[in-house]
Nanobody
Framework: QVQLEESGGGLVQAGGSLRLSCAAS????????MGWYRQALGKQRELVAT???????NYADSVKGRFTISRDNAKNTVYLEMNSLKAEDTAVYYC????????????????WGQGTQVTVSS
């Protein structure tokens, strides 16, 4: 069993910064692509940022230049540095990871974190 544990969410004023962390634990052999998604109240879940095994990154247009995704493979952790936060960034943020599990078969599964609330006050 694999779990993703998120941390770093909270309340911040507009213009401020937060750093989200997501650490994977369990029967992990390797982590492939990882990412962050968010879902605002009453809206659909949307992509925020992704990072590939080769550390290639992709960002939603709404966060380009403000957010930075990174990873630490040794710690099985993905981060999201959020700067210049806006009220529109308020949402539940979800960690996502494509993981090779330790089953001797090289099986790959997609996992999601429980979500962490980010609230930006204007």
């Amino acid at each position: 069993q694999v779990q993703l544990e998120e941390s770093g969410g909270g309340l911040v004023q507009a213009g401020g910064s937060l750093r989200l962390s997501c650490a994977a634990s369990g029967s992990i052999v390797r982590m492939y692509d990882m990412g962050w998604y968010r879902q605002a109240l009453g809206k659909q879940r949307e992509l925020v940022a992704t990072i590939t095994t080769g550390s290639s990154t992709n960002y939603a247009d709404s966060v380009k230049g403000r957010f930075t995704i990174s990873r630490d493979n040794a710690k099985n952790t993905v981060y999201l540095e959020m700067n210049s936060l806006k009220a529109e960034d308020t949402a539940v943020y979800y960690c996502n990871a494509k993981i090779v599990i330790r089953d001797g078969l090289g099986s790959v599964y997609m996992y999601w974190g429980q979500g962490t609330q980010v609230t930006v006050s204007s």
